[in-house]
């Protein structure tokens, strides 16, 4: 059972490792120039929905079941801000890879921790 908790921690590492510089290489490939050029309005608007997700990330690598909760919070952020757009594949596009990292983290503790 203890090798099971091992092999979903690792999977929400790399997985979450794998969403984290996959947004990183985004915002700074689309965002960056945007930002310098002056046009990012809406961009700025949709960054501090991101924040939660990705600390929640930092924060899971040493302690998986509260970085875990925070980017189950990120995630559900972020759909909340597309579908109040009415954008329901983005939401889900940004949404869901946080939501199931998050819950991979939380499942890799035994029980008695969540």
Same mark, same amino acid.
């Given at each position: 059972m203890a090798n099971t908790h091992k092999i979903l921690l690792n999977t929400a590492r790399i997985s979450g490792l794998f969403v984290t510089i996959f947004f990183l290489s985004f915002f700074i490939g689309e965002g960056l120039p945007d930002i310098i050029a002056g046009r990012a309005k809406s961009f700025l608007y949709?960054?501090? *929905?991101?924040?939660p997700a990705f600390? =929640?990330?930092?924060?899971?690598?040493?302690?998986?079941?509260? =970085?875990?909760?925070? $980017?189950?919070g990120g995630g559900f952020v972020? #759909?909340? *801000?597309?579908l109040l757009r009415n954008d329901p594949a $983005?939401? #889900?596009? *940004? =949404?869901?890879p946080a939501l199931l990292v998050g819950i991979c983290f939380l499942a890799s503790k035994r029980k008695e921790l969540i």
């Open positions: 949709f960054l501090p *929905y991101t924040l600390t =929640g990330f930092i924060i899971a690598l040493f302690r998986p079941v509260t =970085g875990g909760w925070v $980017m189950i972020l #759909m909340s *801000y597309f $983005m939401s #889900m596009v *940004y =949404g869901l």
